[in-house]
Structure formats: C-alpha cells, structure tokens
C-alpha cells in the first residue's frame, strides 16, 4: 500500500480535489479519480468521495494507492444461501472469511455493509463486528429504530453469541476467562489478556473434542471486547489454528494426518438476540464452514451436532 500525505497550498484553494490530488501528489488524474472512486481519499480525517469537491488552503489530504498490479480480492455480492434472516426490520447474514466487517484505509468496496446494502436497496446500520478471517453470524439493522434497538441488546447483555474454534494447545475441559484486556504496546493491533489489564473481559469455554493437541471448542463470549476470544485463548496457550496475530500455528498434524488452515478457525455459529421491534427471541444460526469442519471432524466430533 502507497500513502501519500498531502497539504493544499495558496494556488489549490477553490480548485477541484482530484486535480489538486494529482498536481500535489505527482500522480495522473486518472488515478487520482479511481482512488476517490473507491473510497481511498480523506480530507481533514474524513472519506471523500467527491471528485469535484473544492478544496481549501490548508487542508490535509490523505491519499491510499494501490500497489501495481495488486488488488484486494473482494465478493461481487450475496448469495440467497448467506441471508440467514429478513424481514422490513433487520436482516441477518453469514459473513465469509476475508469480507471486511468495515471499510478500510485504502477502500470501502467489497466491505460487507456494501454488501448488504446493494442486496436490500438502502443503507443499514451495523451493530457488531467480526475479525477480518471470522466467519458467521452478523446482523444489521434496516431502519434507524430496529439499528438503535439492537445495539442496546448487544450494550445490555441481551445479545448472546457462540463461537466454534479449532485450538492448539491443553485446554482444560470447560471454564470461564476472566482475564481483562489491553493494548499490546510492542504489536499494534493486538491485545493482551492479563490481570495488568483495564479493559474487563469474560468468556465461557466447553471443550467439544480433541485428539493430540487439536481441539474442537465452543465459546460463550460474556463480553464483546476487541480479539476477546482470540486474547483469551492465547493467554492459555492455546491459540485458534491459523490464528498468526495471537501465536496459531498454520498447520497441525494429528495422528499422522496434516490439517492445514488457510486462516483464523473462528466461526460465529449462533446469536440469540430479542427482535428490535416485537421483543420476541429471535435466534441466528451460520452453517458451519467447510475448513472447520474438516478441522473438527478431526479433533473428534461431528460438526452437525454444534
């Protein structure tokens, strides 16, 4: 990714932005276009989009180009088998690995918001996140009532989400996390989970499975932290397969048999949550992923039964 930092000087003021972009930024026109097409351009710390947006002296313009001959993969759209759930309230789909839960620095295409605003025609309102490599459940709001209510299920605890993972490491059968949080201040993006924390974080375990050191478990995260799942895990020493950030390795064997994982083996299964305009329980179930399966099967049990 190429970043260029630019300031609008005395000549640029009144002038269009993506001139100003290429005369300041040494680049073509053309290119400059492309990166507002696509949502890498921000203005005083705020996306523009606006080709023809007039600028002002002074202001501080961030420009993310794409590598040559490098794009991010991103998903033409939805398949009917991804809408887990819809009505004029809300709608709930099964985010795939590598779909961004939001936009990025450099784009907002391909994110799943987009998504699933080009599948039901309007803007939604997202009310939780997954990680980049997670899979599963997420839900969002169609109109600003039905948005509001369900974030204050997710703040209130009325919200409950399982998660299965496939793990490296001895876990004990069952348990509770309660290990708080905080930035790790050698690794940006990252969190440790220590009694040195601020940030409070709890999650419930039950192993489901396990053969060697691989292990099918499901998660009852009692808390909706940043990486909670992952930190958590992590700090027992055992990582989720694939999982990098947090010490996962990429390949296990198992009785002689190699399991590779080509990502973080997380998987948002289910979420309970009250219906934002009736009260009533309403309750989302992902299918499960073909490379956790396999993982699962291996470690011992039959993903149909979770």
Known sequence: MRKLELTAQAEDEGDRLDRVIARRGGIARGEARRALDRGGVWVEGRRVKA??????????????????????????????AQVLFEDRHLIAVDKPPFVPAQATLGSDRGTLPKLVEARVGG????????????????????????????????????????????????????????????PDP?????????????????????????????????????TGRTHQIRSHLAALETPILGDKLYGGPGEIEVEGRPLRASRMLLHARALELPHPATGAPLRLEAPMPEDLREALLLAGTDPAQF
Do not use: M, W
């Not at 990680?131 to 839900?139: C, I, K, R, Y």
């Not at 969190?191 to 099918?216: D, K, M, Q, W």
């Open 51 to 80: 080709a023809s947006r007039t600028v002002r002296q002074g202001q501080r313009i961030a420009v993310v180009l794409e590598e040559a001959g490098r794009t991010e993969p991103t998903l033409e759209g939805l398949s009917d």
């Open 123 to 182: 803007p939604v309102g997202l009310v939780h996140r997954l990680d980049l490599e997670t899979s599963g459940v997420t839900v969002f709001g169609k109109t600003k009532a039905a948005t509001t209510a369900l974030a204050a299920a997710f703040r209130g605890g009325a919200a409950h989400k399982r998660y299965l993972v496939a793990a490296v490491g001895a876990l004990a059968a069952e348990g509770r996390i309660d290990l708080p949080l905080s």
């Open 186 to 222: 050698r690794r940006r993006g990252r969190f440790l989970a220590s009694e040195r924390g601020n940030i409070s974080a709890a999650t419930r375990y039950r192993v489901l499975a396990r053969r060697g050191l691989l292990c099918a478990v499901e998660l009852f995260p009692q």
